[in-house]
DNA sequence: TATTGTTATACTCTATAACTATA
DNA sequence: TATAGTTATAGAGTATAACAATA
C-alpha cells in the first residue's frame, strides 16, 4: 500500500488554521488592552468573566476557569472585591465553603465589557451573511472542545 | 427620520464575532501551554517566533513585536541566547545597534514550533472544502489588522 | 545632544507550603 | 482524616529609572 500523499483537504485546512493562529496571534495583546481599559488585568478580568449575579460559584470553581491554583484564586477575588464588583458568601449548608456572586457593580462592569468585545470590527460585519453564517457555525462546532 | 432598529447582518455579525471570541478566551491558555512545552515562557516564545536566520532584527524590534519595553526585550533575548537559539551582532554601520537572528538551534525550534501550530484540530479538518475556503478568506481579510 | 541598548531595582502576578476552620 | 479556603513567602516576569556607548 503506497504512502499516502497529504491531500488537498489537508492542505487547505493547514492553510486555514494557520491564518486563525496568526489572527490569534496577532490579537493575544488585545486582552490585555481591554482590561487595562478597565482597570483590571488580564486575570482578574478572566475571573470576572467566569462569574455571575444569580448563580454564585465557590472559589474552587474561579481557580478552575482561570487555570489557577487556589490560592492565586483568592488574590483575584480579593481585587474583585476590594473595588466592589463581587461578594463572598458562606452557605450555611457547608461553612468551608465560600461561593463568589457579581454585586450590581459588578454585573454592569461585566455588561459592559461583554458589548465592547460584541462590537465585531469593520472587516467582520463586511462580510457577506452567507461568510458570517459559516463562521458562526464552524465556532459553534470549535467551542466545546 | 426613524431610529434605526440594528438590522439582521449586524446581528449575524455579532453572534459571529462573539463565538470567535468565545473560542479566543477558551484557548487562551494553550498558548501558554505550547511554549511550556518547548520549555519557554509565552513571552520568550513571542521573542523567538518574531526573530528570523536571514534578516537580523535590531533590539527594539523584538520590543515592538512583544509589545514591551526594551529592558524586557534584553531580558528575553538574554533567555534565548542562553539556550543557544539567538545569536546578536553589531552591524559596524552603527555601533549603537545589536541585531538578533535565529541560529540553526533557534530555526529548527521555530520550525517545529510552527509544524505543532499547524497541525490542525479534528474538528476543523472535518469542515468541507467550503467552509475551510471561508475561513481561509476571512481570516486573510483580518489579519493585516 | 539624541539614540540604542543594558543594568539596577522595584513592583505585579503566580505558585508552593503551612495554616485555620469545617465536615 | 479530608476538604475549602486563606496566609506567608518565594519566584518568575515586567516596568521604571539611571547608565554606558555610540552617533
Given at each position: ?5 497529504e491531500?488537498?483537504h489537508?492542505?487547505l485546512?493547514?492553510d486555514?488554521w494557520?491564518?486563525i ?19 483590571l ?5 478572566a ?10 460559584k465557590p472559589m474552587?470553581?474561579v ?8 490560592s492565586n ?25 465560600k ?10 462592569l461585566?455588561g459592559?465589557?461583554?458589548?465592547e ?6 472587516a467582520i ?5 452567507d ?8 465556532f459553534?462546532?470549535l467551542?466545546?472542545?
Amino acid at each position: 500500500m503506497p504512502r499516502r500523499v497529504e491531500g488537498l483537504h489537508e492542505a487547505l485546512a493547514a492553510d486555514a488554521w494557520g491564518r486563525i493562529w496568526e489572527f490569534f496571534l496577532a490579537n493575544r495583546h488585545r486582552y490585555a488592552s481591554l482590561a487595562a481599559a478597565h482597570g483590571l488585568n488580564p486575570g482578574v478580568m478572566a475571573a470576572l468573566l467566569s462569574l455571575d449575579a444569580d448563580e454564585p460559584k465557590p472559589m474552587r470553581w474561579v481557580a478552575e476557569a482561570c487555570h489557577c491554583d487556589a490560592s492565586n484564586a483568592t488574590w483575584l477575588v480579593d481585587r474583585l472585591e476590594e473595588r466592589g464588583l463581587v461578594e463572598r458568601r458562606t452557605p450555611p449548608e457547608d461553612r468551608r465553603i465560600k461561593t463568589v456572586a457579581l454585586t450590581p457593580a459588578g454585573s454592569a462592569l461585566v455588561g459592559a465589557i461583554r458589548a465592547e468585545v460584541l462590537q465585531p470590527p469593520d472587516a467582520i460585519v463586511a462580510l457577506s451573511d452567507d461568510e458570517l453564517d459559516v463562521l458562526r457555525t464552524v465556532f459553534a462546532k470549535l467551542a466545546p472542545e
